[in-house]
């Protein structure tokens, strides 16, 4: 489903990504750990089309997003991968539901906002609908952005550190969450974090060093 084939990456004269390949399937589970400035998000940018490769490719499901105009760039980015960040990146304005139904927003009608709140009872908020993201906990924000990012259904889940600012606790909670709804809705899961509890939970883990994928699979 995902094909990673010799992705460099450089900024200026700094090569960040150095030949990385790797292939999932459907269903998969992959960790991508590494220090701290050896190109994880890089990565996970390009994964997400959120940058394009110096050289390299990336396909999803057969296909280059790079090779598509931008306009349909945009819509197979919103209908195929969902994201979520270490900052949950909530609108403050809103409530958790309208910030659920953000990805929708070329697409509105009843059945995404049943399906916003389906996915908020699936994540304990189904009695926070109506709140605002300020009167929610660090850990309660996550689960409406790991919520926002599934709404369409979205074939690839990208994490990036998205335990990184919540306590033990929480953090444990997201994992969970996060796994349990890999598993339920089909999604192909990776994750960047420098966590060595969540990297564990992995079946799959790409290390990154000197911009290069050392890749490993639990035993």
Not at 120 to 148: C, D, F, I, W, Y
Not at 172 to 185: G, R, S, Y
Request: proline content about 5%.
């Amino acid at each position: 489903m995902l094909a990673v084939r010799d992705v460099h990456k450089r900024f200026d004269t700094v090569e960040v990504l150095r030949g990385v390949s790797f292939e999932l399937v459907e269903g998969e589970a992959l960790a991508i750990t590494g220090p701290s400035g050896s190109g994880k998000s890089t990565l996970l940018h390009l994964i997400g089309s959120l940058d394009r490769p110096t050289s390299g490719t990336i396909e999803i499901d057969g296909t280059d997003p790079f090779a598509l105009p931008e306009p349909k760039l945009a819509w197979f980015r919103n209908r195929t991968i969902g994201f979520v960040f270490q900052d949950s990146h909530l609108l403050p304005q809103y409530t958790v539901l309208e910030n659920v139904l953000v990805p929708s927003l070329a697409f509105p009608g009843p059945r995404m906002e049943s399906r916003a709140a389906e996915l908020l009872e699936r994540v304990g908020l189904g009695h926070r609908m109506t709140h605002r993201p300020a009167e929610l906990s660090g850990g309660e924000r996550q689960r409406a952005a790991v919520a926002r990012a599934l709404l369409n259904r979205p074939r690839l889940l990208l994490c990036d550190e998205p335990t990184g600012s919540l306590d033990r606790a929480a953090a444990t909670a997201v994992a969970d969450l996060l796994f349990e709804l890999h598993k339920a809705e089909g999604t192909l899961l990776i994750a960047v974090t420098h966590s060595l509890d969540l990297a564990a939970r992995f079946a799959r883990r790409c290390e990154l060093v000197e911009g290069r994928c050392t890749q490993s699979s639990r035993a």
